[in-house]
């Protein structure tokens, strides 16, 4: 199985300190890699692999050796991270998109209020403990903002229609709806001879029998409620599930066996009718289902948008990495072969 590994989210980032614009890319003594005019350096580099060990450490993992194909795989998905987001800023340039001091300011407030309690002291000591500085996370939610912008930008004219909404509620039925459903007292019983004794008794015994022998022969939490339970159509075995939905009410069944999972014995006793099926009105739920494929479309754009513009930069020498940083895959590589396929 192919491994992934994943840089932390919060405070943790690629530092990028590049400018917009483009162009032909030249690399410089420092670069890892350069796309455009931005130029992606080995302290960026160096520090977003900083914090994948301090991650890797959090988790009590051991980070990969130099030298091994899990860390080849580490370095080259920092090195494409950095990339892609090298892409992004200088993308951002031309569409208009700028992020100011004060907009950095404000995004850094929240932090430190949702999870440091506005205290510095705290703000301060994770800074120590993921090795970073605060000129870093400020260059990381600069990053990030322009991220957002920028996905505000390319999704903004992304709509769902009733129509779209209408289609996928009736293509989902069995999202936004309640199978037949019954509730029944059962026992479950490891031995043949012991479930006979079990469907005699309870047949005699009624209620009383009932709790007495759940207690002594449920697995499960039925035994605290006298065998008492509610299934949903389709929910348990094959062979109790027959039994259950078709048995008359207030029947006590001879004992049943399934060979499938439990290779044990059945005695079921219906409680009450069979309660139908029921569907949720497309009124009540149309709401959640226009958000969830509106941002699935919106997500869809945005995988295009950054499709696309890696595709636009690596064509015309847009991207160089230094010797010993080009990443495996190249994103450009796999990038011209799924648009050849696709083509």
Avoid at 89 to 105: H, L, N, P
Avoid at 146 to 169: C, G, L, P, Q, R
């Amino acid at each position: 199985m192919k491994k992934t590994f994943l840089f932390p989210i919060v405070l943790v980032a690629a530092l990028l300190a590049g400018c917009g614009g483009s162009g032909s890319a030249s690399l410089k003594k420092d670069d890892v890699a350069a796309v455009g005019k931005v130029h992606v350096t080995k302290a960026q580099y160096d520090a977003l692999i900083t914090q994948a060990k301090s991650s890797f450490k959090q988790q009590k993992r051991a980070f990969p050796k130099q030298g091994t194909t899990d860390y080849e795989t580490v370095k080259g998905q920092a090195i494409t991270l950095l990339v892609q987001q090298a892409e992004r800023e200088s993308k951002a340039d031309s569409m208009g998109i700028k992020v100011s001091t004060s907009d950095v300011d404000k995004r850094l407030a929240q932090i430190k209020k949702q999870y440091f309690q506005n205290k510095e002291s705290r703000y301060k000591a994770q800074l120590k403990k993921q090795k970073l500085t605060d000129a870093q996370v400020r260059n990381d939610i600069r990053s990030q903002l322009i991220s957002e912008a920028v996905f505000n930008k390319v999704t903004n004219s992304v709509k769902v229609s009733n129509s779209e909404v209408h289609d996928y509620y009736v293509a989902h039925p069995q999202l936004y709806s309640q199978p037949q459903s019954r509730d029944v007292r059962y026992i479950l019983v490891k031995k043949k001879a012991d479930a006979e004794s079990v469907y005699a008794q309870v047949k005699a015994g009624g209620d009383k029998a009932w709790c007495t022998l759940a207690k002594k022969y449920a697995k499960d939490s039925s035994g605290q409620n006298c065998g008492k339970a509610t299934f949903t159509k389709g929910q348990t075995v094959a062979a109790f599930d027959k039994i259950a939905f078709s048995q008359p009410t207030k029947v006590v069944h001879a004992p049943i066996y399934d060979p499938t999972q439990y290779k044990s014995w059945f005695v079921i006793e219906p409680l009450g009718a069979v309660k139908p099926r029921k569907s949720t009105p497309e009124k009540q739920v149309s709401s959640s289902i226009k958000q969830q494929l509106l941002q699935t479309a919106k997500n869809q754009a945005m995988t295009d948008w950054v499709s696309s513009t890696t595709k636009g930069f690596c064509s015309g020498s847009q991207i160089k990495y230094q010797v010993g940083f080009k990443p495996s895959p190249d994103p450009c590589t796999v990038t011209t072969t799924n648009s050849t396929s696709t083509g």
